[in-house]
């Protein structure tokens, strides 16, 4: 690449040499010094805003790290984490080492096994973040686990969500309860449910959720991809597919592009039944006007699919003691708690809410009384996400036999 | 001095950028791009980029919607003109016309997108009354996979700006004149229009309408809120596999990108064809001497297809202001069941950095393209030269499609060791602004009487006095009006924004369609409006302010 | 603005390619007047675009201009000293009646105020000061224009068929006023018509342009 630019390669090593002084990178087990370091910074995080409650909350985190720690914290709002990691590797081509855009970003699944893969995150760290203690990953490994890969320290987790379907009980009495009742339930309501388009990470968790329920190889999807029979493991999805698109919204040739643009069609009438990664966000979708009071959410009986989403540190992040602060902030009871209030994102705590002391545990009490809230331990039968290979090549598959036809 | 080197410097400063970031997308597209392990030459990236399922689907619908969009929008102006005749109602078209220009091509997609979806404002104001639905029909409208719902967003865009060059075009043809001449000799009024003022009019706005033909075929914004989705076009396809998690797509968006290039220029190719044909056509149809056939169709036609355009846009804007203030709104009900200031208060506390960087990059991109501007066009006058054949490429970067340099151009930006910074912002939409400044304000600026500036001169003013206390004055209106292009031009800058200012640099623009993502159309229509409002404001203002500052100036109003 | 002014032009030859448009050797003194006649097409313009400063590229001129002696065929048009009466008034449209005076005074003039005024009344307009030009009828703004070119302090004036766009009854008075202001003011001018009426009451010797 800097092959046309021969003036340029001679003057990159010494832009590194002015830069490479400010980046010893900050030790997280002398907490007291990374707190002093982190004063004054101002870290950059990277974080999808495709939700404006979402960008509220990240608001909000702003303004008490601010308080607390003195970091200035900037959300950058992007459409798709992936453009951020494409940045890094943006920088990592210019040979930009210590001094790139992105401090901190919000992960989790494929994007992570990228930037790993690619040397592009800094760590350890997570581990020793104070507050990390409070996940107890001995008994949640989910913490520690991104889609099957071991997180290594290279990502600290802040939340956690779970596929809930969620449906109008005007129309519906009794929602389908699992896959094959969904096939039959499309073909008897035609136009009233669809999935995102892939490669959306919620319409693939659907897909993903489809493959789990309709082969008896489960064992397979929790390894690399390339180590099984693709193409016979994912027959019967395929099979189940192209039995179920006649019957979807604009009978299956076209998807809403998000899980939000699906929800804005069930505030439309378009659709009668939807599903979200989000537990809470049915409940607060009909606070905030979006969806009719009639709105229900379940969990169907064989479980769904759900994860923990991670905040991460590019290698070259010059304000590595601030993200760090930060992510210890989201880690947080305080931060925890406000997170998972129905009136402000709803999205669940990764602390161990049982091993919390008394006070920190009262924050935590769930409000209930919303009739489109889950009901309570219905999110009990969680399944453990696959190999992230598994996520890139159901898209790929997906995108051959569906598009341009 | 300075003013000499102006019409370098801003040949310089325009074509520079766009070379550079082809020839970064250039290289990887052939397979060099070390920093991902590719150190040697190959056509793999092309292999791959066409083994892409829908890969020619997608290259068909951006050359498609690029060359009809144009067409029609092209037809509709022309139609609007020769039919005008300076009716009331013409002049009502006229002025809601102009402010539909500032209106970014975002938001007026949003509002297309409100009006037409099954759920939208139409369907709900014909239901259930008319058509008996209780439940939006499933009918595969926005982002149908023809692409009809794009063409339409993107007709009501171009429309203004193709009227707007006509009319700016118009006067040096004197068509009162040459129409009285022609219905002296028994023609009817529109027809004489077609015979004798079209076919002079269109080399006038030839390069606004290949301006036309390039974003219409590579648009990345509009065709992502109403474009086809399975594939959607390549623009957008291209956008997708750049920000791929998997970086081994990147060397095949490059070479999406180079198609994209061809893929536009093909466009221009086809264009350039029908030119001929079409004038091949009009020369015999006009040397047929017809007088009356076909007058009233036209006449009609004229009137009809702009109004329409034109209430849609507007009821499509209504549309994103309904929403914005809506509480649950089931459908059919025509209105929202309760009306809500919560979406406006909930954005309002972050509405302040975005409306104000957006401002401040806007002045700044805009201002200096002024500058930059007015320094080429008076050195023209002064030394008395014809515009320089240089001064074409000025419109390189309405020509070659964004999403085909601008990556390439970040990755310079990167090698250079800039960090994205509002003045980087700004530089990358100075590329975009100054053409079209330039475009707005060399007509007027060539036209200007040049006895004004002679008799200045004669009267002991010097050349610079001349042109600070004659020629600026006398041409405040055109200035102000090229200022608020400028303005909206850069306030609906989505990809330079995005891409310059890696993501750090937020504007409405990249709020609001970043936020598209999420569907909400409360929010949307919350963040659609103020995208719109601002460059409205600049037109409030460039219209105005001339009528405050020469309201006892009687030779100043509506000149020159 | 009695100062004495004297315009030789010597041996002055225009062409265009290789096609003389204009040849010309003449001396116009003080108060004098020269007419140029000829028909459209025949040169005059492009003698006084050339005489003024104003000459396009594509043309090439010889010989010289000479302005009290001194050679002023190289100086740009605002420092040469020659003042310019158009087919229009010209009235700047974005000043007042009084702006337009003004604008041609020279820098170091005293009391503009009150010359302006003083000019005013001198031509029957007083009071006219704050005025919108484009209020005035059209033999008013021919009046305010002549002054602003006296005001302007000229050496010398070119006039380009000044009287042509003016009603008939009009185009007799404004000659005489024009004609008597110029004598007064001891200007050498050179006025180019293709009115013969023109050239009677200006009342100099005439050159007629053939081509």
Known sequence: ?405 | MMLRLAPVLLVALLVAPILAGLGMALLPAFGYLPALGGDSLSLAPWRALFAEPGIWRSATISLASGLLATAISLAVVLLYLAAATGSRLDRWIRRLVSPLLSIPHAAAAFGLAFLIAPSGLVARLASPGLTGWERPPDLLIVQDPWGLSLIAGLVIKEIPFLLLMSLAALPQLDPERRVAMARSLGYRPTLAWWKVVAPSLYPLIRLPVYAVIAYASSVVDVAMILGPTLPPTLAVSILGWFSDPDLDKRFLASAGAILQLGVTATALAIWWGLERLVARLMGGWIARGGRRRGETGLHVAGKLWILLATVIAFFGIAGLAIHSVAGFWRFPDALPGSFTAAHWARVLPSLAGPVASTALIALCATLLAMVLALAALENEQRTGRHPSRALWLLYLPLIVPQIAFLFGLAVVMEQLGTRPTLALVAFGHLLFVLPYVFLSLSEAYRRFDPRWSRLALTLGASCNGAFWRVRLPMLLAPILTALAVGLAVSIGQYLPTQLLGGGRVTTVTTEAVSLAAGGNRRVIGVWALVQACLPLAGFILAVGLPRLLWSRRRGMQGAP | MNATHRLELRDICIQLGDQVLVELDAEIGPGEVLTVMGPSGSGKSTLLAYLAGFLAPEFRAGGQVLLDGHDISGLPAERRGIGLLFQDPLLFPHLSVAGNLRFGMPRDSTDKAARVDKALANIGLAGFGDRDPATLSGGQKARVALMRLLLSAPCAVLLDEPFSKLDTHLRHEMRRLVFDRLREAGLPSLLVTHDGEDAEDAGGRVIELSH
Not at chain 1, 212 to 227: G, K
Not at chain 1, 290 to 317: C, K, M
Not at chain 1, 344 to 367: H, K, N, P, Q, Y
């Open chain 1, 1 to 405: 690449m800097r092959a046309p630019f021969p003036r340029l390669a001679a003057l990159l090593p010494a832009l590194l040499l002015t830069s490479t002084g400010l980046a010893a990178a900050p030790d997280p087990s002398d907490w007291e010094a990374v707190l002093d370091e982190a004063r004054g910074q101002t870290v950059y995080w990277y974080a999808w805003a495709g939700e404006q409650r979402t960008n509220d909350y990240i608001d909000w985190v702003a303004g008490r790290v601010e308080e607390q720690f003195d970091i200035e914290l900037t959300h950058v709002k992007v459409g798709d984490t992936a453009e951020a990691v494409s940045r890094v590797l943006a920088e990592k081509q210019a040979d930009n080492h210590d001094d790139g855009n992105v401090d901190l970003i919000w992960i989790n699944g494929e994007n992570f096994a990228t930037m790993k893969a690619n040397d592009l995150l800094f760590g350890p760290f997570a581990e020793a973040l104070p507050n990390f203690a409070l996940t107890h990953p001995e008994h949640n490994p989910e913490v520690v686990t991104d889609f099957t890969l071991p997180t290594e320290g290279y990502e600290s987790p802040w939340g956690r969500a779970q596929i809930t379907f969620y449906y109008d009980s005007d129309e519906v009495a009794a929602p389908p309860q699992d896959i094959q009742a969904l096939l039959e339930w499309a073909e008897a309501n035609p136009g009233r449910f669809t999935y995102p388009r892939i490669p959306d990470f919620t319409g693939s968790t659907f897909l993903k959720q489809a493959l789990i329920a309709l082969t008896d190889e489960d064992d397979a999807l929790y390894a690399p991809v390339d180590e099984s029979d693709f193409a016979a493991i994912t027959a019967p999805l395929w099979e189940y597919l192209d039995a179920l698109h006649p019957h979807l919204w604009r009978s299956g040739r076209q998807f809403p592009a998000t899980g939000p643009e699906m929800r804005s069609l069930m505030g439309d009438g378009e659709l009668a039944m939807a599903f979200t990664f989000t537990p809470s966000e049915p409940a607060a979708a009909v606070a905030d006007f979006e969806l009719p009071p009639s709105t229900r959410s379940y969990v169907p009986q064989d479980g769904t699919l759900g994860n923990v989403h991670f905040v991460a540190i590019p290698f070259n992040s010059p304000h590595k003691a601030g993200a760090m602060v930060v992510a210890d902030f989201l880690l947080s009871p305080e931060a925890q708690a406000h997170k998972q209030d129905l009136a402000v994102w709803g999205d669940r705590t990764v602390l161990d809410v049982a091993r919390l002391d008394d006070d920190s545990r009262a924050l935590f009490t769930l409000d209930e009384s919303n009739p489109a809230m889950l009901p309570a331990g219905a999110l009990q039968q969680t399944l453990p996400e696959p190999h992230p290979s598994w996520m890139t090549a159901l898209q790929d598959a997906w995108q051959a036999r569906y598009i341009g036809n």
